[in-house]
């Protein structure tokens, strides 16, 4: 679904990601993985177009997304969530999925003005947007309530509505599972996993082994800007390169690297 070749990108003498190649296949749940500063959520962000690369390419569904605009790429069907989802917690729960619909669909406050003649049609079409993705992250009956009035699980509830209210084909999670305890991070599971059998592919980039292991099909490691691994759970466990970016004195090392080895095989979904 999305094929990424040589995908690099510098700030400075910084080279956040590196000569990049890699696939995130349709229907699948694909984690991206490292330590901290690996450059994975600037691999997200390149996807998104919310960054140009300096070297390499983009396709999407056969498509050279490379040098789309952040509206053209969601346009195209792919939508994200960031690290950390700002939600307007004194609004409805419905207002926030419309704002993420239209801050996704839209130019820019330009596009925005020039369009006035059509914001009636804009509006029923946000609204309609954000109501099918409040359904399909079990929002709906609390459509009007103030955001700021669910649980920190609905709220992520919520991040997540306002990535699927432009309806996409491939959906980007950065890190879903900060701040949930263990109960949430199930919960968060099962949608993600009812999400996919509904069709829509899913990346992610997540902190959480017990979620990577037992959630992803597939596994991409990072370590600092470069792929260092691509496999199921169980291959990219094992994998000497992997322990050793772990465990080798980095930033998460120990941490993360026990629970890698720790864990087993990804449980294959059903
Ligand atoms: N806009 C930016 N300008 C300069 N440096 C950046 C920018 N975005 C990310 N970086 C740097 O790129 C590296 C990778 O960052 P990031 O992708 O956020 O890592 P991760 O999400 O894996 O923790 C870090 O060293 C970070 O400081
Ligand atoms: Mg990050």
Redo the contacts with the bound molecule.
């Keep these: 679904m999305l094929e990424v070749q040589d995908l690099g990108i510098r ?2 003498g ?1 080279h ?2 590196r000569d990049v190649t890699a696939t995130i296949p349709a229907g699948h749940i694909t984690a991206i993985i ?10 997200f ?1 390149l996807i998104s177009g919310f ?1 140009k690369p300096t070297s390499g390419r983009i396709r999407f569904q056969g498509e050279d997304i490379t040098r789309l605009r952040t509206h053209e790429v969601v346009s195209r069907g792919i939508a994200r969530t960031f ?1 950390t989802t700002t939600i307007y917690k004194e609004l409805s729960v419905l207002d926030n999925a419309m704002i993420g619909h239209r801050v996704r669909t839209r130019a820019g406050l330009l596009d925005a003005l020039l369009r006035t003649g059509r914001e009636r049609r804009d509006e029923e079409e946000s609204r309609a947007g954000a109501l099918r993705a409040l359904e399909r992250v079990g929002l709906a009956a609390q459509a009007g309530r103030p955001a700021g009035a669910l649980t920190q699980e609905g709220q992520k509830r919520v991040g997540i509505a306002m990535a699927l209210s432009s309806d996409p084909k491939l959906l980007l999670l ?1 890190e879903p599972a900060a701040g949930m305890n263990p109960e949430e991070t199930v919960n968060l599971m099962a949608l993600i996993r009812e999400l996919v059998s509904g069709g829509l592919t899913v990346a992610l ?1 997540e902190h959480k082994m017990s979620l990577v292991m037992g959630l992803a099909d597939g596994i991409v490691v ?1 370590h600092h ?1 470069q792929k260092i691994a691509q496999g199921t759970p169980g291959e990219v466990s094992r994998d000497p390169a992997v322990i050793e970016a772990y465990l080798g004195g980095h930033a998460h090392g120990g941490q993360m690297g026990q629970t890698i080895t720790a864990t087993t095989t990804g449980a294959p979904r059903a």
């Design positions: 700030f400075g910084l956040a990601v490292g330590p901290n500063g690996a450059g994975k959520s600037t691999f962000n960054y690290q950065d980039v990072l800007g």
